[in-house]
């Protein structure tokens, strides 16, 4: 019988430095949504990479904050540090002109990961080779990767490669997910990413940063014999002020954003839908408990 082989790859990292990208590329499909804005990816999420020979279970974390300011960045950061539990090789992810002062935690963690260690220096686009060098070198200096990589993630520049090396470190193993399996999440869940990352893209300052986006309801329809979804969302704010920016004068901003949101994810389902949104204010669900835990940060 032909060999198997398969692993947990857990890629990690600051926020913004290209995590998701990353993923999304090794992967050939957007199973994350990425932004310019740090802070974008909230859980960690599964993308499953199959071949007849290949499993490779990878895992975008959010970017580690290095003083978390209330309970769901706690919580983010313990998603991110959740996987030195579970991972056959850990990557980490760091850009050109990164300051590394506050990471002694996870570098600490990753010295004593007893698996291979691959550093990729992503965004090289925005850097000369000089300059390159110099990191790669300070790098060596601070902790023993088994390999270091110069990528852009953006440009899949040097990402086939990342992987070819993945495969050869990967460990003959169980096929853990159906090889038709993509992630570990439901579709649900990509849509209210896909409804966040318009939040992230089309508000500033700290509107995105006070949302979550839940579904209310969720319907599965036929339209002229094709499928149609009839989807509801509420979007949770802190305050009365964000609501009324999240609504924008006469309704145009969340009209705009639901038009963007409703491209996505028709997209994504492959058919029509029709898209409510809604603003809902619960003051301080950032730092509590029960709505953490019904929003998935907390088990
Ligand atoms: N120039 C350049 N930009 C990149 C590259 N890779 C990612 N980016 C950009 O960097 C920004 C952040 O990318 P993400 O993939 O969302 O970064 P992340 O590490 O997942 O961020 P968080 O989820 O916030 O932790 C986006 O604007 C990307 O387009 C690259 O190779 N070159
Ligand atoms: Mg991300």
């Known amino acids: 019988m032909k060999k198997h082989y398969s692993g947990y790859v857990n890629i990690i990292g600051r926020p913004n430095v290209g995590k998701s990208t990353l993923m999304n590329a090794f992967l050939g499909e957007k199973m994350s949504i990425i932004t310019h804005k740090p802070q974008t990816t909230r859980h960690r999420i599964l993308g499953i990479y199959n071949t007849e020979e290949f499993q490779i279970v990878f895992s975008d974390t959010p970017g580690l904050i290095t003083d978390p300011n209330y309970k769901m960045q706690e919580a983010m950061n313990k998603a991110a540090f959740s996987i030195f539990e579970d991972a056959d090789l850990v990557i980490f992810v760091t850009e050109p002109g990164e300051d590394y002062t506050g990471e002694e935690k996870v570098l600490n963690k990753l010295k004593k990961a007893d698996v291979p260690k691959f550093l990729l220096i992503n965004k ?85 940063y006070s949302c979550e986006v839940i579904i209310e309801e969720y319907k599965e329809e ?65 730092d509590d408990d029960r709505l953490l835990k019904s929003f998935g940060y907390l088990n």
Not at 170 to 181: N, S
Not at 243 to 252: A, N, Q, Y
């Open 124 to 208: 090289v686009d925005l850097s000369n080779p000089e300059a390159l060098l110099e990191l790669k070198t300070k790098w060596e200096s601070i902790l023993d990767f088994d390999e270091i990589h110069f990528i852009s993630a953006l440009n899949k520049a040097g990402t086939d490669h990342v992987l070819e090396c993945i495969k050869k470190r990967l460990p003959e193993g169980p096929v853990y997910f159906p090889k038709d399996q993509l992630s570990d999440k439901p579709e649900r869940f990509f849509i209210t990413e896909m409804i966040r990352e318009k939040i992230l893209l089309l508000y500033k300052q700290e509107i995105p």
């Open 222 to 286: 036929n339209r002229n014999g094709k499928p149609f979804n009839r989807i509801r969302a509420n979007i949770i704010a802190m305050r009365q002020s964000q609501k009324h920016i999240l609504i924008g004068k006469g309704g145009s901003s969340i009209k705009k954003l639901g038009i963007e949101a409703r491209k996505d994810i028709e997209k994504f389902l492959g058919h029509q839908i029709h898209l409510e949104l809604y603003v809902k204010i619960k003051e301080k669900w950032r």
